[in-house]
């Protein structure tokens, strides 16, 4: 299948390039470095580098027939989007183009703006791209589990049937998200049930836990086709971050009381996830939306897992209980519900201690590059 | 009260300051005139015409101790609308600032966007200007009962209390739109929503539907105060649209089977809606909706009254029922409330065959000015 992956230079971009392309997907990767010149101007570098697309496609194609192709250029401009579709007619594109991080939507009104105007834009130029030029094609977008925020009953996948005064009605599950970043997502949500209703869109909406881990099966040939590893407190996910904090000997960074609840998976998952959707899409006029997460794990479980793995190492961790930046419940109710992907074939890769133990030893190989001032949250939500 | 009206060039905006002012309100309009200019370039020009800002100011400050001032620009512009809180400091917003028109957001992926963007960035702009300079101002929205498009069970105001699995949470009522316009609403709901929880602000959001008449309390004095009167298909709301092809002797324009049924409102309750609102603000932290119409009609309905009122005056109309342009449903459940507003002292003045009769003659004056070729709906949703 020809498959366009927008954001694919990200952390799971390009290891859902090199995968779709190790099933025998034609695979077209598009990024305009974004994430990279945002780490940049915030002096939050990953913990190793990471070769740019050129690079990285051409180790990949060195031993591997089946060719990536990279497009760079900015899906905010029509007529660069436009020719991608002329070009490349994609039968699938894989929607990850957007600026990924929470606390950096909440920096200043400037940050905001930017991830405001970039998400909502490069959805809609998507949209209008696929109504124009592939009518047909599937569109796999990466939503977030935190559109639903946490609710006090039970979180549906991404439909609610509700009764009320006696009558019957399906919605779409209602949202309330927890920073701008994710309030984007939820107003991309609203733009494809909307465009899906009007033009028949086929549409697959991915409401991603945050995903930890770096290795996929991909990547074992050459490090250099390793994804980012980002520990700081704005690009860096929770696991990623503590596993990074334990190695430097710095206490776990626990916002608050630490009973936060999330879904969390293993980006092995993810990649399988999405080539999931992508071989089995949606029909035409379906927003399909799956919960895509493994396991749900609150920040105090995840801190314990982390010590308890460390310890195993003989790395000795502590816990620090900072005052919350963000303004999110500590102790909720959280049962979200997650068959849809498993029903499909997912077959969930647990986060155990040796996978805990395998991203602790390649860190370790790095200790002496972790910068240690990036780490505490400097960003508030209010 | 220090009142900022953005888009305060509109059909609902001057009728909304020289109300305010007439009330003693100290106002400050904003706008660029995209209506205005959005109308020329579609060469769909109002019934009669209206001044510009300067004029209708120097006119009304002509009569009124109580000056109405104005300031030209786009609030898209950080720099513009940061300027004007610094000098005028208000104490309520009122946002009309978006491009209005359904069909408009239908047209094309250039009016698609300038839409998105336009509505989106702007309710954003004001959202950090109002956490910059004014965190305890009241923001009053004007959103559209379009919003929550046309479910199976009855219509909330703004939120649901939903009852799944044994627990309980309370909702923003579940939105879907009709149009891309009326979709930009559900986005800016949800960045208001977000903003309102994270920064304590006091905000109103009206879930309005489609107005209807000229005629304003302040407007008596001089012609040259009232309003627009656009009876075009692009920009011309249902009512007026009729009310115009009945004097034209055009077919009154039912789109499918006319049982559409929306809330209406004669355009004198928007004005008293706005100033119950403005004058009892929400509190902080408080997002509070109010559905704000005042009677349910069909389309079918209303070419039936208007139908009546004109042959009352002699004009013989006929009903047209053309193909559907829009993807919408035709025959519906639809029970709205609409308490709150009558509960803070709303009076409301209902569609009689008097106020039918009252525009029909207004716009016989104009019957020689009527383009008979910008009435047939030329935009398809798809």
């Not at 005064?165 to 997502?185: C, D, I, V």
Request: a negative charge; glycine letters at 8%.
């Amino acid at each position: 299948m020809r498959v366009m992956i927008l954001g694919g230079d990200g952390y799971l971009g390009w290891p859902t390039a090199m995968n779709l392309s190790a099933h025998g997907h034609d695979v077209l990767v598009v990024d305009n470095y974004l994430r990279r010149n945002l780490m940049k101007s915030q002096n939050v570098i990953p913990l190793y580098p990471v070769p740019e697309l050129d690079e990285r496609t051409a180790l990949w194609n060195t031993d591997h027939d089946n060719r990536i192709t990279f497009a760079l250029g900015d899906l905010n401009e029509w007529d660069f989007i436009a020719g991608l579709f002329r070009d490349f007619e994609p039968e699938t594109i894989v929607h990850y183009a957007e600026q990924p991080s929470a606390p950096f939507s909440m920096l200043n009104r400037e940050s905001a703006m930017l991830t405001l105007q970039n998400n909502i834009s490069v959805t809609a130029n998507l949209i209008f791209a696929v109504w124009e030029f592939a009518p047909q094609a599937h569109i796999v977008k990466l939503g977030t589990m935190g559109e639903y925020g946490t609710p006090d009953i039970d979180i549906e996948e991404g439909w609610l049937d509700v009764e009320h005064n006696g009558r019957h009605q399906k919605f779409l599950y209602p949202r309330q998200a927890g920073s701008l970043y994710h309030t984007t997502k939820v107003m991309d949500t609203d733009l494809l049930w909307y465009y899906t209703r009007m033009w028949d869109l086929s549409v697959t909406d991915l409401m991603q836990g945050p995903v930890y881990g770096i290795f996929t099966d991909e990547a074992t040939s050459d490090e250099r086709l390793l994804t980012f590893l980002s520990y700081d407190e704005i690009f860096g996910t929770v696991l990623n971050r503590f596993i990074v904090q334990a190695v430097a000997g710095i206490p776990l960074t626990v916002y608050g009381k630490g009973g936060q609840t999330r879904g969390y998976l293993n980006i092995k998952d993810t990649l399988n996830c999405i080539r999931l959707s992508v071989e089995n899409p949606a029909d035409a006029g379906e927003l399909r939306i799956f919960n895509q997460f493994t396991e749900t794990f609150s920040v105090n479980d995840l801190a314990a897992k982390v010590s308890g793995a460390a310890g195993s190492l003989g790395l000795d961790v502590t816990v620090n209980n900072l005052p919350n930046p963000r303004k999110e419940m500590e102790e909720h109710y959280y049962n979200p519900k997650n068959t849809g992907l498993l029903e499909l074939g997912l077959e969930p890769h647990f986060l155990t201690e040796d996978v805990l133990v395998e991203m602790l030893e390649k860190v370790i190989q790095h200790k002496a590059e972790i910068n240690k001032d990036v780490i505490h949250p400097a960003t508030s939500w209010t």
